[in-house]
């Protein structure tokens, strides 16, 4: 994989051109035409948007009529070598490559990845050097997808805290929705043991809740979150959940499984993901996930 980001890179670099401004909305639905998912946009208070789709790539740009205000563009583009990859699943040669190639259009870059909320990772990366001017981008890989927000201000201005909130605000507010419900990866041994594994990162603060439609059918027997081993410093690296699940030989029947991926203190909001399992309890105390009938 040592070589497969530059093209796309130098690509997106290349795309952004002029095009028909719209009015701002408090929600945008980016209009492309990918079968993998669809995004919306949250447009910051006062924020005009623009977008330019073309040949599958797609450029979108915020921006104010105020040119103290910063600019804002948005880089998403396909890669066939990275196909149904994510960021946080490579390894960590491929993302050090990754930071390498982005830092190839800043003069002095300094880079640091994080995570989302919702467990994506993202790599920051801004310019240090004052005589280049100073400008920051934040990128991230979904199912194959690059997206690159990039920001900065028209008359070289440097950055202040304030423009880096509004990027934490747009990449917040940047909702990739998947056509497909997601998957939930499991196994079951011996037909009476099954077990679930989740992509979760406990230093954002969320963590996975299960919730079991009939106990008296199906029990948790155990819940861990098993972190991914990596190099001594690293921050915010993310980990799996794991849980087993065994039938309680009460009868034969439905059990559903609901999972969600929420912060405890957050009583009030909606969790960041919910999934949900179907499996069928047989009278022999066997089990197998099965597609529920209406």
């Known amino acids: ?75 998403i583009a396909f890669s066939e070598e990275m196909a149904g990859e994510f960021l946080g699943q490579l390894p960590q040669e491929d993302r050090d490559h990754l930071a ?49 927000l990039h920001c900065n201000h028209n008359d070289y201005a440097p950055l202040t805290e304030a423009d880096i909130r509004l990027m ?41 809740t299960c919730e079991i439609s009939d106990e008296g059918m199906l029990v948790c027997e155990s819940e861990e979150y098993v972190p991914i081993e990596t190099v001594e410093g690293t921050a915010g690296s993310g980990g799996t959940y794991v849980a087993t699940f065994s039938p309680t030989m009460a009868g034969a029947g439905w059990v559903s499984i609901t999972f969600r991926y929420a912060r405890s203190w957050e009583t009030e909001a909606e969790p960041a993901d919910t999934r949900v399992l179907n499996v069928w309890i047989y009278e022999a105390g066997t089990l197998s996930v099965e597609e529920k009938p209406e």
């Open 168 to 208: 934490h605000q747009i990449l917040e507010g940047a909702w990739i929705i998947d056509t497909d419900p997601p998957a939930i990866p499991y196994t079951i041994e011996e037909e009476t043991v099954l077990t679930v594994s989740l992509e979760a990162n406990a230093t954002t603060g969320y963590s996975w």
């Open 100 to 148: 390498e190639v982005i830092g190839e259009a800043f003069s002095l870059p300094v880079h640091e990845f994080f995570e989302t909320p919702s467990g994506n990772t993202i790599l920051f990366t801004r310019e240090t050097d004052p005589d280049a001017g100073d400008y920051a981008s934040m990128t991230t890989v979904y199912k194959g997808f690059f997206f690159q």
């Open 1 to 75: 994989m040592t070589r497969k980001f530059v093209a796309v890179f130098a690509a997106l670099t290349l795309l952004w051109g002029a095009f028909g401004a719209m009015a701002a909305t408090e929600t945008y639905k980016v209009v492309e035409d990918f079968t993998e998912f669809d995004v919306e946009l949250e447009i910051p208070e006062g924020a005009f948007v623009r977008q330019q789709p073309k040949d599958g790539w797609l450029c979108v740009e915020i921006g104010y009529e105020d040119p103290a205000m910063p600019a804002f563009d948005i880089n």
